[in-house]
């Protein structure tokens, strides 16, 4: 019964009639769409991303004698020279447009905390972009194709791992990611970003590389006729339905979904982080430190952690959720509304 009395207590007037008003546009935008579509214009277009590397080996290493390695092995850390990765990008398009893509290769550092149970999922402690290798625009009048290699030396990425390993009391994996990242856009479209990926351990003696994203996909477009009423029609409709429908969506989950969702966070913090987290029932004394820094993100708190080498304390009053960090004289604290 509490349930149904939040649900009716969210559907106000106004939110019914931003919902009504959202539905008509929608539909008359959909009734002009439909007439303003030029018969049989669909655009296929396909876009392939090959990924390839090579493990090269220390020259006179004693154990391996062959000069480098190929894909899908497990490699020996300690004997690895660099690994060449070569990158194919492809895409098609049917007909042929004038078309933009951007492109970015990043390199990332991630670092895990070891997990006791194979079950459970990874509990990421960082995961920050801390190189950017390439970044660049192309036109293209319709099919587009990109091609570069680059050469990835472990040993500098082992340091990093050793370096945060050292400031924590917890065991982590360490890794870098690769992510080779195309936008595809014209002026009747905008796909969404195409990444392929490549993940390699640096904290193990041995490993194995592994690709992800999926190495093709196809999605299809269609094409507008310019100009005309119709189309402008469609386009006002649109976006009174747009405008409609992000008010009442504001009005409902501001009174029905914003205390789950602060609990839901709450609890993700609590069970992905445990290991970092200490629980008190003791209240914070925020009078008793010169300087309060509040976060606005948890994953500030969390970064902060780490990177200070201090344990996170939470309290949860009955207003709200504190996760905190004292040190010295300043008290770093994330609040979560829970009231």
Not at 117 to 142: C, F, S
Not at 187 to 209: C, G, H, K, L, N
């Amino acid at each position: 019964m509490r349930g149904m009395w939040r649900i009716g207590k969210v559907l106000t007037p106004p939110v019914i009639g931003c919902l009504l008003i959202a539905i008509l546009s929608i539909g008359l935008a959909f009734r002009l769409a439909a007439g303003n579509r030029a018969p049989e214009s669909p655009a296929p277009m396909v876009e392939h991303h090959e990924i390839e590397y090579r493990v090269n080996l220390r020259p006179r290493n004693g154990i391996i004698d062959e000069p480098s390695l190929g894909m899908g092995q497990t490699y020996i850390f300690s004997i690895v020279e660099n690994i060449e990765i070569d990158n194919s990008y492809r895409s098609e398009l049917a007909p042929s447009a004038e078309t933009q893509y951007d492109y970015a290769l990043t390199l990332a550092f991630v670092a895990k905390v070891e997990k006791e149970d194979p079950k459970d999922p990874d509990q990421v402690v960082i995961d920050e972009v801390i190189e950017t290798l390439r970044e660049a625009t192309y036109q293209a009048q319709g099919d587009f194709s990109l091609d570069e290699q680059l050469v990835i030396d472990l040993a500098r990425y082992r340091q990093r791992y050793l370096a945060t390993q050292s400031r924590l009391d917890f065991p982590i994996e360490g890794e870098i990611r690769l992510d080779f990242t195309v936008q595809m856009s014209g002026d009747e479209f905008e796909m969404e970003a195409y990444t392929r990926s490549v993940v390699i351990p640096v904290s193990e003696p041995f490993f194995q590389i592994k690709l992800a994203g999926a190495e093709s996909r196809e999605a299809r477009q269609v094409a507008l006729e310019s100009g005309g009423p119709k189309r402008f029609g469609s386009v006002m409709f649109g976006v009174i339905a747009v405008m409609a429908l992000t008010l009442g969506a504001y009005l409902a989950l501001k009174a029905y979904g914003q205390q789950a969702s602060s609990r839901r966070e709450v609890d993700k913090l609590l069970h992905g982080y445990r290991d970092m987290i200490i629980i008190t029932t003791t209240p914070v004394n925020w009078a008793a430190y010169k300087e309060r820094v509040v976060l606005k993100d948890a994953k500030e708190l969390l970064k902060l952690a780490v990177n200070l080498d201090e344990p996170i304390m939470y309290y949860e009053a009955p207003e709200a959720a504190c996760f905190y960090i004292p040190k010295g004289d300043v008290l770093f604290a994330y609040l979560v509304d829970v009231s």
